[in-house]
């Protein structure tokens, strides 16, 4: 037993000391990373709370300017903001809710410093309304510290960010609308015509043995006319005229001699010698009655509907063109140059020559080819049978049985449909014709007072109709074989 001196001495443990020291700098380690989580979670909240940083739905951006009289930081602006006015407008306008909902967007701090002293300017975002942004606003005016220091802030202006999309909106709205003039984007009925040309260019057949190009018209229509090529076929159907049938090179086919023989014919060829040439041929071997050129230097298959219809009503009778182009040398274009100076009761005159001077100029253009000679006052014969005597006075007793009829609608300006028995099958106004002919079935003759268009012969046709009697016709181009055309005057 050790005495010293009646005290009692204790010795340290060295391991229990190392252990202590051990314990003391896990200690401190754990309240610097506390410290750590602290300030990140304070630097979180001075980033706006992590509220969205969203402009879609903002209305309005507050813009202030502040001053502070020590250094200080974004952290102590942004805390100060939500610190200072918390609890100040009631539970509606507080920032904290506000930020947590969306309404108002993360508030940006821009700092800097000089002599000691902070400046800097406030952004925030507001979806609010008009008068909650400025109670907002006018509630940052109230702030008088940032951190430490002393500091006032000062509300400059609020932005309706809906103003400037106004601004924006207008200014792209006339660049589009300039970009669209240019474009120049077609109207509704150009769209339609495009669509119609489309679908008759497809409508296109082929005819007889040689399978020439040809309209869909052309195996039942009374009249013809005959073009170059298919290119010229189809610019006619593009155009609704269905009768057209192409020679397709300068020797015509046997198609076409045959067809000329039965049918009306025109002759429509290019503006151009090969043009003249087809035509001088086509006048030498078929039987045409009448010709029409496109204008000169131009083409069939590049004219425009107008022209293809002003072209075809210049249409001239062919024992004219016959006796200017082989008798006299002329071309058609002075021909149709000395028709314009005429006055047209010598055209008309001159359009009811009797058919024998055509006769004898053909004689004398066929003296050197006796096969075609001999065919030709046959076919003249024919023809004046065919055309001039039956049609006359079959026209002048056809139109006798429809007279009391005739009488009737010129009174009433209306349209009378009769069956095969000439009973009246209906009594309907001119205006609704083409529309109520689609529900009417077995109808054998038309009467109105009215204008026959060529619309309206391609509408009563497929219905089978055998008369059409109007007051006059217009731009009648083709004539169906089933279908008689009368009008009053005859």
């Known amino acids: 037993m050790d005495y010293t001196c009646g005290l009692k001495v204790s010795v340290s443990d060295p391991q229990q000391e190392g252990y202590g020291l051990k314990r003391k700098k896990t200690t401190i380690q754990q309240i610097l990373l506390d410290k750590q989580r ?26 202030a300017e502040f001053e502070a009289s020590g250094i200080v930081e974004r952290p102590d602006v942004v805390g100060a ?33 000089r002599a000691g002293k902070s400046y800097g300017t406030i952004t925030i975002p507001s979806s609010l309304d008009r008068v ?35 601004k924006y909106i207008i200014e792209r709205a006339k660049e589009i609308l300039e970009t669209l003039m240019e474009e120049e984007i077609p109207e509704t009925q150009e769209i339609t015509e495009e669509v119609k040309k489309e679908v008759r260019a497809k409508e296109l ?29 189809l610019n006619l159907l593009k155009h609704g005229i269905k009768n057209a049938i192409a020679v397709e090179g300068t020797s015509i086919p046997e198609t076409i001699i045959k067809l000329s023989k039965e049918r009306i ?8 010698r090969g043009g003249e040439l087809i035509l001088k041929e086509l006048l030498q071997v078929a039987d045409i009655d009448y010709v029409a050129r496109a204008p000169e230097g131009k083409e069939v298959e590049e004219l425009t509907k107008k022209e293809i219809i002003k072209s075809l009503r210049s249409k001239v009778p062919a024992e004219q063109v016959i006796n200017e182009l082989f008798a006299k040398g002329k071309s058609f274009y002075e021909l149709m140059k000395e028709r314009e100076q005429q006055p047209p009761a010598s055209i008309e005159k001159a359009e009811e020559a009797p058919m024998e001077s055509k006769t004898e100029v053909q004689k004398e253009i066929h003296k050197k080819e006796p096969k075609i000679e001999a065919k030709i006052p046959e076919r003249e014969e024919k023809k004046e049978e065919r055309f001039i005597k039956p049609i006359r006075v079959s026209k002048l007793s056809e139109i006798d049985k429809f007279s009391k009829w005739i009488e009737e609608v010129k009174r009433d300006s209306k349209a009378i449909l009769l069956d095969e ?45 055998k008369y059409l009697i109007g007051a006059r016709k217009s731009n009648v181009v083709r004539r169906p074989i089933n279908l008689k055309i009368l009008t009053f005057a005859e």
């Open 205 to 233: 057949i082929e005819y007889g043995s040689e399978k020439l190009p040809a309209g869909p018209h052309v195996p039942f229509s009374d009249s013809i006319i005959i073009v170059e090529g298919r290119a010229d076929v």
């Open 38 to 63: 602290m300030l990140k979670k304070k630097e979180i909240e001075g980033d706006s709370m992590a509220a969205k940083d969203d402009f879609g739905t903002t209305k309005y951006v507050i813009h």
């Open 132 to 166: 909650e942004t400025a109670i907002l606003a006018a509630a940052l005016e109230t702030i008088d510290r940032i951190g430490p220091s002393e500091a006032r802030i000062n509300v400059m202006r609020i932005e309706d960010v809906r103003a400037t999309k106004r």
């Open 421 to 465: 028995n000439e009973s009246i099958l209906a009594e309907i106004p001119i205006r609704d014709l083409s529309n109520s002919l689609n529900n009417k079935e077995n109808i054998y003759a038309i009467i109105f007072n009215g204008i026959i268009t060529q619309r309206l012969i391609d509408i009563v046709s497929e219905k089978g109709v």
């Open 265 to 272: 014919v025109t002759a429509f060829t290019d503006g151009d």
């Open 81 to 113: 903001i939500f610190g200072q006015t918390e609890g100040l407008l009631g539970d509606d306008l507080d920032l904290r809710e506000l930020q947590k909902t969306g309404r108002i967007g993360r508030i940006k701090v821009d700092v800097h410093t």
